[in-house]
Nanobody, 119 residues
Framework: EVQLVESGGGLLQAGGSLRLSCAAS????????IGWFRQAPGKERERVSC????????YYADSVKGRFTISSDSAKNTVYLQMNSLKPDDTALYYC????????????WGQGTQVTVSS
């Protein structure tokens, strides 16, 4: 059974840091890309970052470049999103998803973890 389980969300003040984790199981980790997405109430879902498990190439949305870092631990089948200098605009439900490549399509999604940043 394919599973993606996110963790690490929370409530914090602006300027703080969080590390999100996406634990994957049920498929060959190296065959896919893992992306992080977020959706805030009333806003469209945004692709925040992505990492290709095969070659380690990464993608970042302009809104998070320089603040977020994505990494992958193939031994643990886990992808991390280190988020620094958080802003209230980063408040959203964060999801990880499995894609064939970073540009998609994404065919399996986790349940999400909430990140709330107060000013």
């Amino acid at each position: 059974e394919v599973q993606l389980v996110e963790s690490g969300g929370g409530l914090l003040q602006a300027g703080g840091s969080l590390r999100l984790s996406c634990a994957a199981s049920g498929f060959v980790f190296a065959d896919y890309a893992i992306g992080w997405f977020r959706q805030a109430p009333g806003k469209e879902r945004e692709r925040v970052s992505c990492i290709s498990s095969s070659d380690g190439s990464t993608y970042y949305a302009d809104s998070v470049k320089g603040r977020f870092t994505i990494s992958s631990d193939s031994a643990k089948n886990t992808v991390y999103l280190q988020m620094n200098s958080l802003k209230p605009d980063d408040t959203a439900l964060y999801y990880c998803a499995r894609g064939t490549v970073c540009t998609g399509p994404y065919n399996f999604w986790g349940q999400g973890t909430q990140v709330t940043v107060s000013s």
